[in-house]
């Protein structure tokens, strides 16, 4: 087996919040442009651990975390609310053919000795502009602005992994402050986002270069791990996004914040329902902010593309509908679209190549993902539809249990996991003979165990139905290679004949492993000792029960209605994707170099120690 290294988060915050803006005409500037607000919002140190027991998570088919209970993902409406940045607005593309140094000299007043390849030096950026005087010539106030917004995008908004650079491909629209607002830049570092997260939950990357400080916000304001408290003085929100709440001292008394990946993976796998805020920015909140936060509020639910320059990626808030305070149906189907990189391609013109899908942005206020028609309007039970079609399409448990226990913190999701299986296995193959067995004595004793499974299942975080895994009636198991996941033990026997293991057979059944596809990520495991299960023989029979019925209690009904089932069975997630991988424009998993990254040795970027390939 390969091993498995946690990717790292890369994001310049400590460059960009030593910069902190102040001069009054270049703030104007910055809100013309509509670079104001995000430039009040200050980086996070990044929690690497908990980013990446997320990104473990993320699947870049369906651009979600498929968490414990249900898909939760990142959308127009967390980028608006959070950083105050245009997300209704033209599409931020572009290309074509550029000279670098006389664009430079138009708009920034001065022309940096190394370009190479369209990129400039982001210290550069600073050392030139970071102090002009309050009496600077508006010649030079312009440049700054332009200059702060450039160091913005390369420091946080779209990072690249060579750390110290910034893509000069962005200051064309920032000529004219007026046309700049009129973009959706929010728009454009969602897309970027979701293109490295779907990059980095694959096998061999090291690193993803994304707005880290959005991710950690969202995960803060979602997820009941990580989430610091507040002991600074609370920050007035006049004229700022919601995420600048953050802006002041933080302190992890109640909750835990550490670098073991191994706590947030178990924490997640064990995670309840109760701990999740589905809508955190609910009615009360939104009516606290500034207009420029609610601007885009009827895209929020768009169905649509998302557009970058060469970048094209998918929204699918229909799959998070309990994010809006709506109940969650079974979503369609995602569509494949095609990953390409612009690697060679300097003078492509991506407006024209990505025509159709910039067609399909101009029109989304066409496709509102709403409730469908035939969802139980009884949330209890709209729930429990869609987990049984959610736990056919994904896997339940990330973390395989450890063989060192940490010295600090002791996990106990994988002996949940264990637990959960055994029991459901046991409780299922009861259920399934109780009506064909005779005798009292028998029927009595499998009864009265089946109701302890019962009081057992009842009292774990687990869905009251068990589902066979891969049964027919429900699909299959997921396709998808796209994340680091592990699932438990599936029975090697057809479903419907759950395997019967004597405990006195002092050779365990072989463990059946899921077969790996090429975009799975694995871990270290070593091989356990195999050892002999002793019991004691059972006596005969047990007394009945005098409250126990003498007659086998009728099988349970699915919990699904009918209408349902017929809708999951084609549902497999991952299918579209699979069709996408054979593609031969899919976007490389390398799409930059990481040899360029930190200097540590040729083709050897940030985070690559300890990494085979």
Request: net charge neutral; charged share 25%.
């Amino acid at each position: 087996m390969q091993g498995y290294s946690p990717v790292q988060f890369t994001e310049h915050g400590r460059k960009l919040n030593r910069w902190q803006c102040e001069h009054p005409a270049v703030l104007d500037l910055l809100r013309r442009a509509g670079f104001y607000y995000v430039s009040r919002l200050r980086r996070l140190q990044l929690d690497q651990s908990l980013l990446g027991a997320l990104v473990e998570r993320w699947r870049r088919e369906t651009q979600s975390f498929h968490l414990r209970h249900g898909e939760m993902s990142i959308t127009l409406m967390d980028v608006a609310v959070i950083t105050g940045l245009p997300v209704d607005s033209a599409a931020v593309t572009g290309g074509g053919s550029y000279q670098w140094a006389e664009l430079c000299g138009l708009l920034l007043r001065v022309v940096p000795e190394d370009i190479r390849g369209g990129e400039i030096k982001i210290d550069w950026l600073y050392q030139q502009f970071h102090d002009i005087p309050l009496d600077a010539p508006e010649a030079i106030v312009r440049a700054t602005a332009r200059v702060y917004i450039l160091f913005q995008i390369g420091c946080s908004l779209f990072p690249n992994p060579s750390g110290n650079r910034v893509h000069l491909k962005w200051l064309p629209h920032l000529e004219d402050f007026d046309l700049c607002v009129a973009l959706a830049w929010g728009a454009a570092a969602l897309a970027h986002l979701y293109r490295a997260l779907g990059n980095a939950c694959i096998r061999g990357k090291v690193e993803c270069c994304c707005f880290g400080t959005l991710v950690q916000i969202w995960a803060w304001d979602h997820l009941h791990i990580g989430r610091p408290e507040v002991v600074g003085p609370q920050p007035e929100l006049v004229d700022m996004p919601l995420g600048c709440r953050w802006n002041t001292r933080l302190a992890f008394r109640d909750n835990v914040r550490t670098t073991d990946i191994e706590f947030y993976r178990d924490q997640l796998d064990q995670q309840l329902e109760s701990q999740i805020i589905w809508r955190p920015y609910d009615d009360a909140v939104l009516e606290t902010l500034p207009p420029f936060c609610l601007a885009g509020s009827q895209v929020w639910r768009s169905r649509t593309t998302l557009v970058c320059f060469h970048i094209i990626e998918l929204h699918h808030p229909d799959r998070v509908l309990r994010q809006f305070g709506l109940l969650q149906h079974i979503p369609e189907p995602v569509l494949a679209i095609p990953r390409i990189n612009s690697r060679g391609r300097a003078d492509e013109d991506w407006a024209a190549y990505h025509a159709s899908y910039i067609e399909r942005w101009n029109d989304r206020l066409v496709d509102i993902a709403e409730v469908a028609p035939e969802t139980d309007p009884d949330p209890i039970r709209a729930t429990t539809v869609y987990m049984q079609w959610y736990w056919t399409i994904t896997r339940r448990w990330i973390s395989r249990p450890v063989q060192r226990p940490p010295l600090a913190y002791q996990p106990c999701g994988h002996v949940e996991r264990v637990l959960v299986d055994i029991v459901q296995r046991s409780h299922y193959t009861i259920r399934r003979v109780l009506p064909d067995i005779s005798g009292g004595g028998v029927l009595a004793t499998l009864s009265q165990v089946a109701d302890q499974m019962e009081a057992v299942l009842e009292t774990l975080p687990t869905l009251p139905h068990y589902v066979p895994p891969g049964s027919a009636d429900y699909g299959g198991a997921s396709t998808s290679g796209h994340a680091p996941v592990y699932s438990p033990p599936m029975p090697s026997s057809p479903i419907g004949e759950p395997p019967y293991v004597d405990v006195t057979d002092p050779a365990p059944a072989p463990v059946p492993q899921d077969p790996a596809r090429a975009g799975d990520i694995v871990y270290f495991r070593r091989r356990r000792r195999s050892r002999s299960i002793r019991t004691d023989q059972p006596s005969s029979s047990a007394p009945p029960r005098p409250d126990q019925p003498s007659s086998s209690a009728p099988p349970r009904p699915d919990i699904l209605p009918a209408h349902a089932t017929a809708v999951i069975e084609p549902v497999i997630e991952g299918a579209a994707i699979e069709h996408l991988d054979q593609l031969e424009i899919l976007e490389p998993f390398d799409e930059h170099d990481v040899g360029r990254g930190r200097g540590r040795g040729r083709r050897r970027g940030r985070g690559g120690r300890g990494r085979r390939t």
